[in-house]
């Protein structure tokens, strides 16, 4: 068995003809054998280095050696065994629930927003009226905050896990199953819907429970180690859900659930994170920056990353949205938080991505008085700068070179953001900690690695601030408990131990696995 790589240029099918032969000579077999060949494609990436090619990592063996294929396990039907509740039907709570079904438990499932489809009149009201429904919106709702950001699958670390799982979950439940080798899988928030809702059914119809609506206000350890869970339910009586174990998968912007922590005792840590801007490109420009100007129609759309260093802080692009929009994230009244999508084809004239800074408690002393919530209030007060300057959900803005010159912008460029831009000087309104080191990325970036990138045609919008938690719940390393409260298992973008759909479903697993 062996492993090689057979390259195709883009608009061409790789053909079996081709794999097979290029087999038979690194098996070094007759040609007479080519049909008895097995082989399975691995992986697939663009190289765009010299001419434009796709290059596969192919696995091929003999046809009497054994090639393992990946089998998911099977569900069980959990409606009479015991339960465990999940808070939150994010990544990290679905796969929980997901693994919890194969090993016989029955997951109960409280998500405080809505489903995944009445979720998206909320985000209408959100984007067309500037009305936050603070249960329901881009961050809140059944598939959490992934669900409406591309779908982006990037994490390629095996250290969190097996990422097949993930992935032959997703494909198991209607995702292209070209997610399963390409180097950058997406999914598109115009098909994860179906994908989340198809998670949903299978894990009722196998015993499982879901709530929606159904905010957590209240945790409590009863003396015989089991926990009562109280849920501000559609009605005027709150809810309380009883079991043994408790997932806590509430995603990065629960900021309620990090205060009930604090009244109450339980430890949690100030986290540093990221905070910039959404950057927004004419799409055409990034396709020829990347392809360095031979981007064909039928080429995938192009996508950059990049990472560099700026007076001893990282700064680096998050969530980066080919062909994508901008869309409002905020969470409750009086805040402003940008965050960016893409639905599947990626075919919105428009590039966008979050451009920020790394933020560490240290570098913001005046907000120690808040204890692990120092960085939370900063973050807060962030966003609702943004918001008191322009006083709706518009989004202050200014262009690139000007925002490095730090003069005011002449007029803006159109934008992809439905609520709108309004002129403002950024660079002023954000902390000088990230405004000045932006300043100096900028040009770094477009003189060194992607040229044409810095130019007064891209677009800088404030403010990209939920890049990850800024607490952490900690949690034992072995258990995955908390430190304090055994049987409660934080989890995922919001106890601050992942970051994105894949790692966040991973730990979700994990945690789960424990139980």
């Given at each position: 068995?062996?492993?090689?790589?057979?390259t195709?240029?883009?608009?061409?099918?790789?053909?079996?003809?081709?794999?097979?032969?290029?087999?038979?000579?690194?098996?070094?077999?007759s040609?007479?054998m080519?049909?008895?060949?097995?082989?399975?494609?691995?992986r697939?990436?663009?190289?765009a280095?010299?001419?434009?090619?796709?290059?596969?990592?192919?696995?091929?063996?003999?046809?009497?050696?054994?090639?393992?294929?990946y089998?998911?396990?099977?569900?069980?039907?959990?409606?009479?065994?015991?339960?465990?509740?999940?808070?939150?039907?994010?990544?990290?709570?679905?796969?929980?629930?997901?693994?919890?079904?194969?090993?016989?438990?029955?997951?109960?499932?409280?998500?405080?927003?809505?489903d995944?489809?009445?979720?998206?009149f909320?985000?209408?009201?959100?984007?067309?009226?500037?009305?936050?429904?603070?249960?329901?919106?881009?961050?809140?709702?059944?598939?959490?905050?992934?669900?409406?950001?591309?779908g982006?699958?990037?994490?390629?670390?095996?250290?969190r896990?097996?990422?097949?799982?993930?992935?032959h979950?997703?494909v198991?439940?209607?995702?292209?199953?070209?997610?399963?080798?390409?180097?950058h899988?997406?999914?598109?928030?115009?098909?994860?819907?179906?994908?989340?809702?198809?998670?949903?059914?299978?894990?009722?119809?196998?015993?499982g429970?879901?709530?929606?609506?159904s905010?957590?206000?209240?945790?409590?350890?009863?003396?015989?180690?089991?926990?009562?869970?109280?849920?501000?339910?559609?009605?005027?009586?709150?809810?309380?859900?009883?079991?043994?174990?408790?997932?806590?998968?509430?995603?990065?912007?629960?900021?309620?659930i990090?205060?009930?922590?604090?009244?109450?005792?339980?430890?949690?840590?100030?986290?540093?994170?990221?905070?910039?801007?959404?950057?927004?490109?004419p799409?055409?420009?990034?396709?020829?920056?990347?392809?360095?100007?031979?981007?064909?129609?039928?080429?995938?759309?192009?996508?950059?990353?990049?990472?560099t260093?700026?007076?001893?802080?990282?700064?680096?692009?998050?969530?980066?949205c080919?062909g994508?929009?901008?869309?409002?994230?905020?969470?409750a009244?009086?805040?402003?938080?940008?965050?960016g999508?893409?639905?599947?084809?990626?075919?919105?004239?428009?590039?966008?991505?979050?451009v920020?800074?790394?933020?560490?408690?240290?570098?913001?002393?005046?907000?120690?008085?808040?204890?692990?919530?120092?960085?939370?209030?900063?973050?807060k007060?962030?966003?609702?700068?943004?918001?008191?300057?322009?006083?709706?959900?518009?989004?202050?803005?200014?262009?690139?070179?000007?925002?490095?010159?730090?003069?005011?912008?002449t007029?803006?460029?159109?934008?992809?953001?439905?609520p709108?831009?309004?002129?403002?000087?950024?660079?002023?309104?954000?902390?000088?900690?990230?405004?000045?080191?932006?300043?100096?990325?900028?040009?770094?970036?477009?003189?060194?690695?992607?040229?044409?990138?810095?130019?007064?045609?891209a677009?800088?919008?404030?403010?990209?601030?939920?890049?990850?938690?800024?607490?952490?719940?900690?949690?034992?390393?072995?258990t995955?408990?908390?430190?304090?409260?055994?049987?409660?298992?934080?989890?995922?973008?919001?106890?601050g131990?992942?970051?994105?759909?894949?790692?966040s479903a991973?730990?979700?697993?994990?945690?789960?696995?424990?139980?």
């Amino acid at each position: 068995m062996k492993e090689i790589e057979v390259t195709c240029k883009l608009g061409k099918e790789l053909s079996e003809d081709e794999i097979l032969m290029a087999a038979v000579k690194a098996l070094g077999v007759s040609p007479k054998m080519k049909s008895q060949l097995k082989y399975r494609i691995l992986r697939r990436s663009i190289d765009a280095r010299n001419d434009i090619l796709y290059r596969y990592r192919i696995e091929v063996c003999k046809p009497d050696e054994v090639m393992q294929e990946y089998v998911l396990e099977d569900y069980k039907d959990v409606s009479s065994a015991e339960p465990v509740i999940i808070i939150g039907a994010g990544p990290a709570g679905m796969f929980a629930a997901l693994r919890l079904l194969m090993r016989g438990f029955r997951p109960v499932i409280l998500e405080r927003g809505k489903d995944v489809h009445a979720r998206k009149f909320d985000m209408a009201k959100l984007s067309r009226d500037g009305v936050v429904n603070p249960d329901s919106n881009y961050c809140f709702g059944e598939g959490g905050a992934g669900t409406f950001s591309d779908g982006k699958l990037y994490t390629r670390s095996s250290k969190r896990g097996d990422i097949r799982e993930v992935l032959h979950q997703l494909v198991r439940f209607g995702a292209d199953p070209s997610i399963l080798i390409d180097a950058h899988p997406h999914i598109g928030s115009d098909r994860l819907p179906v994908v989340v809702e198809n998670i949903r059914k299978c894990i009722i119809e196998h015993g499982g429970e879901y709530h929606f609506d159904s905010r957590v206000t209240d945790i409590v350890k009863k003396g015989d180690g089991s926990f009562d869970v109280t849920v501000a339910g559609c009605g005027s009586v709150p809810e309380v859900y009883s079991s043994r174990k408790v997932i806590l998968a509430t995603g990065h912007s629960a900021r309620d659930i990090y205060e009930m922590f604090d009244r109450k005792g339980w430890e949690i840590q100030s986290k540093g994170f990221a905070l910039g801007v959404r950057v927004e490109h004419p799409q055409s420009l990034i396709n020829k920056i990347q392809y360095h100007g031979k981007y064909q129609p039928y080429m995938p759309t192009a996508e950059y990353s990049f990472v560099t260093q700026v007076l001893g802080r990282g700064v680096f692009s998050f969530c980066m949205c080919p062909g994508g929009i901008l869309v409002p994230a905020a969470t409750a009244e009086g805040e402003l938080v940008l965050n960016g999508m893409s639905n599947s084809q990626r075919n919105s004239k428009w590039a966008n991505s979050g451009v920020v800074v790394q933020i560490e408690p240290e570098d913001f002393p005046e907000y120690a008085q808040h204890g692990p919530l120092a960085l939370l209030q900063f973050q807060k007060d962030v966003e609702r700068k943004m918001f008191e300057y322009t006083g709706s959900l518009k989004a202050p803005a200014q262009r690139m070179m000007d925002f490095c010159r730090r003069i005011p912008s002449t007029g803006l460029p159109q934008t992809s953001y439905h609520p709108g831009a309004e002129n403002a000087p950024l660079h002023e309104l954000l902390p000088e900690h990230v405004s000045l080191r932006l300043k100096y990325a900028f040009p770094e970036i477009g003189n060194k690695k992607m040229h044409g990138y810095y130019t007064n045609d891209a677009l800088l919008l404030g403010v990209e601030s939920r890049t990850s938690s800024p607490v952490r719940i900690p949690r034992d390393p072995e258990t995955l408990e908390h430190v304090q409260v055994s049987g409660l298992y934080p989890c995922g973008e919001g106890a601050g131990y992942a970051g994105g759909i894949v790692s966040s479903a991973l730990d979700g697993i994990n945690c789960a696995a424990r139980i």
